[in-house]
């Protein structure tokens, strides 16, 4: 699969009826932290997710499957919406963009170094994880 791609369309968000069950990746979901679901991008993949609207990013790590509603492209947890100030509406057109994994691959996976190359939010609580 080509990771090196963006896409645009439209997100949603979810939170509390998922909170702290476990994802297609096995991982607990935190509705408070920077996770999301996508059909196809393989778990783990890094994506900046960038509010088309009002110019807000965050980076989002892909830890479940989904939107299952459709014309929609992403899913992101309560606490990315809140970043990206789409959390009262529902729902935003977004630009996604993988993140380059032979350059994440070059860097540490700490949070403020990736939020610093890549000019976004400190708000991060999941862990980095190498793309490979």
Not at 50 to 65: M, P
């Amino acid at each position: 699969m080509d990771l090196n791609v963006s896409m645009t369309g439209t997100a949603s968000w979810y939170g509390h009826g998922f909170h702290n069950r476990k994802t297609a990746s096995g991982k607990r979901f935190d509705q408070d932290a920077m996770m999301a679901a996508h059909r196809t991008l393989p778990f783990g993949t890094m994506v900046k997710v960038t509010n088309l609207s009002n110019g807000k990013s965050c980076i989002v790590e892909i830890t479940d499957r989904g939107p299952f509603v459709k014309n929609r492209i992403i899913d992101v947890s309560r606490g990315a919406a809140q970043e990206l100030d789409f959390a009262d509406n529902g729902t935003a057109k977004v630009t996604l963009e993988v993140l380059d994994p032979t350059f994440t691959n070059e860097i540490s996976y700490s949070p403020r170094n990736i939020r610093s190359a890549y000019g976004i939010s400190d708000v991060l609580k999941t862990r980095f994880i190498a793309i490979k």
